[in-house]
């Protein structure tokens, strides 16, 4: 702008100085006679009237103007500069913020752990009871009795460490004249041993006994009937150790005091289970056995990797997630049964989806929840750690690391199979955890997902096939042009549809892959980065998006356009401008899977239309308020706005809020359907009179019962409030009741508020 403006300067002295060579006058740009706000004759000022044009220079309008744009620039630089000063020190209160939270996160979590002797130390009673009542002589060993582990966890370790030690001794440790025998010393030793390992906390439980005899825990599980002859000779050792945390499982013929019931390891496991933890077995014959005990490092606040699978957010703890990668589609590799396997880390893993491994009682289908991959062409894959397995999750997206408070699923209805409890995200929303232990159970077939209530089972195509929003089909409004979106939204909203908007090719498809639940698109061709015919190429080209109904709706009415989107398999072709009525029409018999482009590679898949009745009536005459049970409040006070609508949602009615009467009529004049309106008079842009006339005049908007609810109570304003058809008319501060007993009778048709009482009084 600068340089503009003194090119400007100079270009006009060159051409001022050539006039007045040729005339004796200097007129600069031969604007001698211009207007008053230009001034530019060069005799005005007697002064300087003898100096040539290019000893002085001489400022038109255009200079004037330039030289504000200047200034003004120069501000809006000095304020951006402001605002960056305000935008870095607010950034650096926010991380101060952030460092003192962190620190009294640590300092409370601190707070709460205690040292593993706490628990260690109540041990060798049980130990010596244990050691004289079976006439066996045993010590305990116990290292990292200063680890720190959190209270709440370590409170409930004592009863299945107190297990581990008995079952150490009952079945671990020989009889000293046994021992003597093998070479071993009289006293067997049992080593308890604590440390941290990343994330978690291990315990290890070893003793130097017999071991276990695998072949024996084979033949008692067939017995049992928990396997058969042929799966047991293809079990692994770690596979054969875990029937022993079976309920009611035992190698002891006969019990005692101490073994022979089964239950034992059972409650070790179940326990540990309980505050998040695991346990598995390695085992020697005749050197002994060590159970490996691991644990978060606290229950009150854990890390977890949230994650998006299947248009719903899930969150795994961060101490099961051994890693996390993007890999080719390539790279999956199936075997005979289609199973899918990757390989990491020169290992071969088998692939899930959640979806196979979790029963999904209904599928989310709030456009909120998208967000899905932007590498087209990779599989994000969750390498999940769990007693000694390792499986790996397909996911549709992974959102980041996030500090969580798990809460445990309580209540009469039992916890879904994979899932280890729920937390509550900063905006609300409930977010499920997984359970990775439990999943790896699921996919090795050890744990079944469908057995409960057959309301939650697979084989149930009810809920597999009812999303809950069936009768509210959605349309996709693709185009460059806001005003575009924002009129053809208005029609769609108005006549039922959910309505849901892309500002180019490349954001629509983005949304679609993410799980958009979508059932048409409206689709402009001339778009940025992705144009509306690479868009319907895509379309065509994915697998569960290709029966998508998509229409063009363009300026560009060309037969070679035409016949393009017809061969990319386009269902209909509109040109701009086009009637809104058209449009819904068009809408209406493509989602029953009519194709209106002639030429369309696109194949007719019949629908049953998505729009119910109730729904298709809006398109007609507008149902009376009568028909509708929800209150429209409109104030300028957010805080009366909240106590209004939860006086009213507490008893039973649906509540839609407006900031002003501008809002509320732009509402209702967009199909918003209510049984009674309260509306306050002093508001921003247009006031409660003024929404009063403008209903009036609506024969559909002036059957609405309106009630004024104001701080104005003179006995004026109540009138004027009357003649312009108000029902009813409140003071603040209200009375609850009394509100609500008006709203009643107010729905009921009864008139509260008369004109002839009020001239009367």
């Not at 509109?574 to 989602?591: G, I, S, V």
Request: hydrophobic share 35%.
């Amino acid at each position: 702008m600068q340089d503009l403006y003194e090119r400007t300067l100079l270009e006009g002295a060159l051409l001022a100085s050539r006039g007045q060579g040729r005339s004796g006058q200097p007129d600069i740009l031969g604007l001698k006679n211009n207007n008053h706000n230009n001034q530019v004759n060069l005799d005005n000022n007697e002064n300087d009237k003898d100096l040539d044009a290019l000893e002085m220079d001489r400022f038109t309008g255009f200079h004037l103007l330039s030289q504000e744009m200047i200034e003004l620039i120069v501000r809006v630089r000095e304020s951006a500069s402001d605002i960056q000063f305000l935008v870095d020190e607010t950034e650096q209160v926010a991380r101060n913020l952030r460092q003192v939270t962190t620190q009294l996160q640590e300092g409370m979590t601190k707070s709460r752990m205690v040292p593993f002797a706490n628990t260690a130390d109540r041990l060798p009673r049980a130990i010596r009871e244990i050691s004289r009542k079976l006439q066996k002589q045993a010590k305990l060993l116990v290292e990292g009795r200063d680890v720190l582990i959190d209270k709440m966890i370590l409170e409930q370790l004592y009863d299945p460490m107190t297990h581990l030690v008995n079952n150490a001794i009952t079945h671990g440790i020989e009889e000293p004249a046994v021992r003597q025998k093998q070479g071993k010393p009289k006293e067997g030793q049992i080593q308890l041993q604590a440390f941290l390992q990343g994330n978690q906390t291990v315990i290890t439980v070893a003793d130097d006994g017999g071991g276990i005899d695998a072949e024996r825990v084979k033949r008692k599980a067939i017995e049992k009937g928990l396997i058969t002859h042929e799966e047991a000779n293809i079990l692994s050792e770690t596979e054969i150790y875990d029937f022993l945390f079976h309920p009611g499982f035992s190698t002891r013929d006969k019990a005692d005091d101490f073994a022979g019931r089964g239950v034992g390891l059972d409650v070790v496991r179940t326990s540990l289970r309980d505050i998040r933890g695991s346990v598995n077995i390695d085992s020697t014959r005749g050197k002994g056995t060590t159970f490996t005990i691991r644990l978060p490092l606290t229950l009150s606040i854990s890390k977890a990797l949230c994650c998006i699978s299947d248009r719903a957010r899930i969150a795994f703890p961060m101490d099961g997630v051994e890693d996390m990668k993007d890999y080719l589609p390539r790279d999956l590799v199936e075997d005979e049964t289609g199973q899918q396997f990757v390989v990491w880390n020169s290992q071969r893993l088998p692939v899930y989806t959640l979806k196979d491994l979790l029963s999904y009682n209904r599928k989310l289908g709030r456009s909120s929840v998208y967000g899905g991959k932007h590498e087209e062409d990779t599989v994000s894959l969750l390498i999940l750690r769990g007693a000694g397995s390792l499986l790996a999750i397909q996911v549709d997206q992974v959102i980041g690391e996030q500090e969580i408070v798990i809460k445990q699923i309580e209540g009469p209805i039992p916890k879904p199979a994979g899932i280890a409890g729920a937390t509550v995200l900063g905006d609300g929303t409930i977010m499920p955890i997984g359970d990775v232990l439990e999943l790896i159970a699921i996919a090795q077939g050890r744990l079944r997902t469908d057995s409960g209530n057959g309301l939650w089972q697979k084989r149930d195509k009810a809920f597999e096939t009812w999303t809950g929003e069936q009768s509210e089909p959605t349309v996709l409004i693709v185009d460059d042009s806001i005003t575009v979106r924002e009129l053809l939204s208005l029609s769609f909203s108005k006549s039922g549809y959910r309505v849901e908007q892309a500002r180019d090719g490349q954001e629509a498809w983005e949304k679609l892959r993410s799980g958009l639940p979508c059932d048409l698109v409206f689709c402009d061709i001339e778009m940025p980065r992705m144009n509306g015919l690479e868009f319907l190429s895509n379309i065509q080209k994915e697998p569960g998006l290709s029966s998508l109904p998509v229409a063009l709706l363009t300026s560009r009415g060309a037969d070679r356009h035409r016949k393009v989107a017809a061969k990319l398999g386009a269902t209909a072709y509109f040109t701009k401008p086009c009637p809104d009525q058209t449009l819904l029409n068009a809408a209406e018999r493509m989602l029953s899977g009519e194709i209106l482009l002639s030429g369309s590679t696109k194949k007719p898949i019949p629908k049953t239309s998505l729009r119910s009745d109730s729904q298709a009536s809006l398109t007609d005459e507008q149902p009376s308020s009568s028909d509708s049970n929800l209150v429209l409040i409109i104030d300028d006070s957010v805080m009366v706005r909240e106590m209004l609508s939860m006086s009213f949602s507490k008893a039973g009615y649906e509540v839609e809020q407006a900031r002003d009467g501008q809002e509320a009529w732009e509402k209702l004049r967009g199909g918003l359907s209510c049984a009674l309106i309260l509306c306050d008079i002093e508001m921003p842009r247009m006031t409660g009179l003024e929404l009063l006339s403008r209903l009036q005049e609506d024969k559909r908007l002036s059957a609405i019962p309106i009630a004024m609810i104001t701080s104005r109570g003179a006995q004026k304003m109540q009138r004027i409030a009357a003649e312009r058809g108000a029902k009813g008319y409140f003071v603040k501060p209200y009375i609850e009741e009394v509100l609500l007993d008006a709203a009643k009778r107010l729905i009921a048709g009864e008139v509260l508020l008369e004109v002839n009482s009020l001239v009367e009084q």
